[in-house]
Nanobody, 115 residues
Framework: QVQLVESGGGLVQPGGSLRLSCAASRIIFSIYHMNWYRQAPGKERELVAGITSGFSTYYVDSMKGRFTISRDNAKNTVYLHMNSLKAEDTAVYYC?????????WGQGTQVTVSS
């Protein structure tokens, strides 16, 4: 069974940084497009950033310049580096793997930005 396990969430002050990781197992990681989504309380899940199997990246406009997505195929891991965090970045962050009609989700990791 495919597993995506996120880690690295936690409590951080406004202006701070965090690095989220998502480790994949039982999957040919290198051929999947990998995405990070987030869901804030009372809101719908939204795309944050993605990285294709060819290492092209894309970001939601509000995250550009603050968030960086990367992947390490040797470690079957995708990362989300988050800088200049704001209170409105508070959410559960989810890892997503997608290829054609196949899609998998992690269980999520909580990020709370608060002083």
């Amino acid at each position: 069974q495919v597993q995506l396990v996120e880690s690295g969430g936690g409590l951080v002050q406004p202006g701070g940084s965090l690095r989220l990781s998502c480790a994949a197992s039982r999957i040919i990681f290198s051929i999947y497009h990998m995405n990070w989504y987030r869901q804030a309380p009372g809101k719908e899940r939204e795309l944050v950033a993605g990285i294709t199997s060819g290492f092209s990246t894309y970001y939601v406009d509000s995250m550009k310049g603050r968030f960086t997505i990367s992947r390490d195929n040797a470690k079957n891991t995708v990362y989300l580096h988050m800088n200049s965090l704001k209170a409105e970045d508070t959410a559960v962050y989810y890892c997503n793997a997608r290829k054609e009609n196949l899609e998998y989700w992690g269980q999520g990791t909580q990020v709370t930005v608060s002083s």
